[in-house]
């Protein structure tokens, strides 16, 4: 989705373990959701 | 959370999760308890580097404003913040905060980051933490955000992930995704 934004240059981190001892940790599991951080640019050309 | 930053919630909050996303204790020590008891973040932004002395940033969806003094340190007196948030608790939580911290590179805006209330090409880099995935229309979010960027700025920011698809049923659950 952020190539459909228009972004470019795109990184994700690892992942992090955000919800574990957390009382939503056994859906977070089930789903394996974790957070990343992300990082993207705005071309330098273009509009 | 703005009300009840100490209620039983299914994510961890406030100055341990901090430490678990890897946030630079020595900022982290610097603010009040009232932005740090608020936070709810679900990575660290920071993570893919810090901002730069002079910058102009928009923090998406800033709540206690955890993230946004996090930034404001970074871009030091030379550079500016501007905090955009929904919810008049939070902004009050904020201000209140930031009052306390004698910062005074930063601004509060009410407002949706569907519609930013921030005009186009202001800021060098936008930062986000577990707000995007909050928004049903996510690609206006970046489209928004590309909108405020100049060009060759950046967008950094956490977010969670699934590495499997959801149901249907968790998907229109409301109360999984708002608690």
Redesign the interface.
Known sequence: ??E????VEI?I?SP?D??G????ES?AR?????????????????S | MAVDPHGSYHFHTGRPLARHLGYDETVVARMPESAIEAFAGVGNPFSQGALRPGERGVDLGSGGGFDCFVAAEQVGTEGQVVSVDMTEEMLQRSRSAASAMGLGNFEFRRGVIEDLPVEDGWADVVISNGVINLCADKLRVFNEIMRVLRRGGRLQFADIATGKALPEAAICYIDLWTD
């Open positions: 989705m952020l459909q934004g228009g972004f990184q981190g992090v955000t919800f001892g957390a009382g939503g859906k089930l789903f394996e959701v974790y957070g990343y951080a992300f990082a993207a640019h705005k071309p330098i050309s273009g």
